[in-house]
C-alpha cells in the first residue's frame, strides 16, 4: 500500500474510497484491489503500526506502561480518541456520564471498547472466530423474539468459508458441527485445532456425565474447542489437498507462524500468530491501494436531488496532540463505510445520510459478558498456551430462546488477571508482607495454579432504545460528534445472564471449585435478577446501529449491503447484523464484508463494461 498525502489523494480518481482500515476496511481493500479497483483507505489512526518496527514500538509500550488497559498502548491522540476501559464508572445518579469518550446516558452503562488505529480492533482481539448458528438468522421464526435476517445461514455459509481461509482460522470440523451448524462434506479448516488448555482437560475429566436441566430437557455439559483465527498446525487436507499457508508477522513474515503459548493474547498478539487486519492490507495489491493516515471522516456529501454521495469530507490533523487541521475531500464511484457500529452510525447522523430512516443508530447490541471465577480443589495451571481454547456450546441454541437469552461459557486460561487483576494483586499483597525470592515465587505459585475462571458471554437482542445518537454539545478536540450512547439491558437478556450464573455455580459444586465470585453495587454494570446480585462488562462486540433487512421501511441496508437511500454507498461490518447470536461477530462481519466486496467488484464492472 501507498501511504500518501491528503492533497494526492484528493488529484486521484478512485473506484472507491474506504473510511477505517480495521477487518472490514481491510477485507475490502484487498478484494477490490484484487479485481483491479483503485482504492483509497481514510484512516483516523496515525499508522503507527504500518511497520513491524511501528507494532514492536507499540507492544513495548504497552509492557512498560504499569495500568494495562488495552488503550495503554496506543500514542495518545486527542483527534482521533476512543473509549478507555479504565474511565469507566457506575453512572451518576441522573443516569448520566460524560467524563469518557462516549457520553453515557444509560440506564446502564456501555462498556466495551475499541480502538481507532490502523488495523482497527484486530490489535486488540481475543481471536475467537466463531461461526452464527443457523437458528440466529430467524429468531422471531422460530421463537417469536428478535429479527429475522433477510438471509439464513446457507446463503453465507460460502462467505464463511472464505472468511476462514483470509482469517487463517484453527479449529476441527467435527467438533463444530453442533446446533445446526453445517459444513460442506470435504471441508476442512485451515489449521487444525488448537489443543486444549491443560485445567481445560482437567475441567473435561470432571464435567464427564453432567447435566443441567433447561427447558425441561437435559442438556449434557461438554468441552468444544473454540476455532480461533491463530496460526496452528496448517491441515494437509485443505483446500482439497492443497493445503494452507499461515501468514506471518506484518512486516516480518517469517515470525509468527505459530501461536508459542504467551497467554497474553489480548491486547497485543506479541509474536503476531493471532490475525490482525495488516496482514490483510499487505495482501492488497500495493499498486492500487493508497491510504492516508491522521484522516477522520467529518462528512458525506450529498447530491439533494439524487441522494448519491459525491464525496467525502476528512479532516486531517498535524499531529496527534493538537487538533490543528486541514479539511480536504475525496471522490470516487462507491464509497464503503467500514468503521465499527458506532463509528460508523455517528458519521451517518453527522452527515444527515439516511434521512428519515429513523433506525440508523438503533438496535446497539454487545455481549453482556458474566466474570465468574473459582479456586479449584487442585492445580490447573492457567498461563500456558492462548487466553482460551475451549468454551461450553450447549447453551448457544434451543427452545429456551423463547423465553430467556442464550448463552456460551467461555473457558479462561489466564487465572483471575481478568476478572480480578489478580496476578498484580497478589504479588503486590505478597510483597507488602514482606516476601522476597524463592518463598515470594513459592506462595505466588501457590496462589495461582489453582485459580479458574470464565466468562458467559450473553446474548441481546436488537432493542429498539438502545442506540447511538449525536449532540451539538459534544464534540472532540477537531469538532466531530462524539458518540451520545442510550443503553440497557432487557429482561429477556437479563434472565440470560442470571440462568449463565445459576448454571456456573452447579459447575463450580461439580468439579470441586470454590467460588470466588462477588458482584458489588459499585461495579458499573451491577444489576440484580431473580434474587442475584450480578454485574457484567462488555465483550467489545459492538453490532447494530446500521441493520440490513427486506425493507427500507424496517432496516438500512439490503442483504447486499448497499444503503436503502445512497445507492452507491455501502456500509459494511458488524453494524449490519440483525441480532447477536452467541458467536463473537468478527467472523461474521468478516464473511458480510467478502460478499459486500464482491457484489462492489461485480457492479464496478458492469459499469466498465457497459462505458467501452
Known sequence: MNVITPHQ?????????????????????????RGGKRCLILEAGDGENLHYAGYRQTLQRYRQHPGKSHQVSGPRNVNA???????????????????????QRGPLPFSSTYCRQLGGTSLQWLGSAMRMLPEDFELQSRYGIGLDWPLRYNDLEPWYRAAEYELGVSANVAEQAYLGIRFPPDY???????????????????????????????????????????NGVPHPGYDHGRGYHPRGAAGSPQLGLRCSGNSHCTPFCPTQA??????????????????????VAHKL???????AITGIQFRHYVHQETALHHLHTVRARRYVLAGNAIANAVLLLASDACKG????????????????????????????????????????????????AAYRIELSNDGWRWPVNALYHDVEQLLAEPLCGPRLRSQLRERLLRQFSARCLVEQLPEYNNRVTIHPDYRDALGNYRPVIHYDLALYTRTGVARAGTVMRQIFRHAGIRDHSHYSPADPGYFTCQGQPLAFVGAGHIAGTHCMGKSPHHSVVDRQQRSWIHKNLYLVGAGNMVSMGTAPPTLTLAALTLWAAHTILSELDRMCASTR
Open 274 to 295: 493471532r490475525y490482525n487486519a495488516l496482514k490483510t492490507l499487505e495482501d492488497a495489491d500495493p499498486a492500487l491501494l493508497d491510504v492516508v493516515t491522521c484522516s
Open 301 to 307: 456529501l450529498i447530491d439533494p436531488s439524487t441522494d
Open 81 to 103: 480518541p476512543a473509549p478507555h476501559d479504565a474511565a469507566l464508572q457506575p453512572l451518576m445518579p441522573d443516569g448520566y456520564d460524560d467524563r469518557g469518550y462516549l457520553v
Open 188 to 230: 476442512v479448516y485451515p489449521m487444525q485445532g488448537l489443543p486444549p488448555a491443560w485445567g481445560d482437560r482437567q475441567l473435561a475429566r470432571r464435567l464427564n456425565g453432567m447435566t443441567v436441566m433447561e427447558d425441561g430437557q437435559a442438556t449434557p455439559l461438554t468441552l468444544c474447542g473454540t476455532p480461533s483465527a491463530r
Open 357 to 404: 430512516n429513523d433506525l440508523v443508530g438503533r438496535h446497539l447490541m454487545d455481549h453482556p459478558v458474566l466474570p465468574v471465577w473459582g479456586r479449584a480443589d487442585a492445580p490447573l495451571w492457567p498461563m500456558r498456551g492462548p487466553l482460551t481454547t475451549s468454551g461450553i456450546e450447549a447453551m448457544r441454541g434451543g427452545s429456551a430462546r423463547a423465553h430467556r
Open 9 to 33: 489523494a484528493e488529484q486521484t480518481d478512485y473506484d472507491v474510497v474506504i473510511v477505517g482500515g480495521g477487518i472490514a476496511g481491510s477485507l475490502m481493500a484487498k478484494t477490490l484491489t
